[in-house]
Nanobody, 125 residues
Framework: VQLQASGGGLVQAGGSLRLSCAVSGRTLRNYRSMAWFRQAPGKEREFVSAVWGSGTTHYADSLKGRFTISRDNAKNTLYLQMNSLKPEDTAVYYC???????????????????WGQGTQVTVSS
């Protein structure tokens, strides 16, 4: 199983980016939850957003309204649309997937067994 994240880059504050996470070796439908996490330099990895197999979405409270997560089962790809980006959004963004996660753990990085390699997002002021 391979998760390949892409779409990161350098953008000015207020701009937008769409991250993609292509899944190979397994069907997206097999995953109960797929998520995005991010890690800024010197900080711990933090939860960004997750989408349940049913389509239910979860967001970090500070990101609601700016970020939108979606999954395209036909393309076997997870997305994260990021709008109104701020310098504090600068981080490496990772996609993650879990087949067995329970709802109460959806925001916990330790609950996800499959991870992409990360894509760098840099927001300039």
């Amino acid at each position: 199983v391979q998760l390949q994240a892409s779409g990161g880059g350098l953008v000015q504050a207020g701009g937008s980016l769409r991250l993609s996470c292509a899944v190979s070796g397994r069907t997206l439908r097999n995953y109960r939850s797929m998520a995005w996490f991010r890690q800024a330099p010197g900080k711990e990895r933090e939860f960004v957003s997750a989408v349940w197999g049913s389509g239910t979405t979860h967001y970090a409270d500070s990101l609601k309204g700016r970020f939108t997560i979606s999954r395209d089962n036909a393309k076997n790809t997870l997305y994260l649309q990021m709008n109104s980006l701020k310098p504090e959004d600068t981080a490496v963004y990772y996609c993650a997937a879990s087949e067995t996660i329970i709802l109460s753990s959806v925001r916990s990085s330790s609950a996800y067994r499959s991870w992409g390699q990360g894509t760098q997002v840099t927001v300039s002021s």
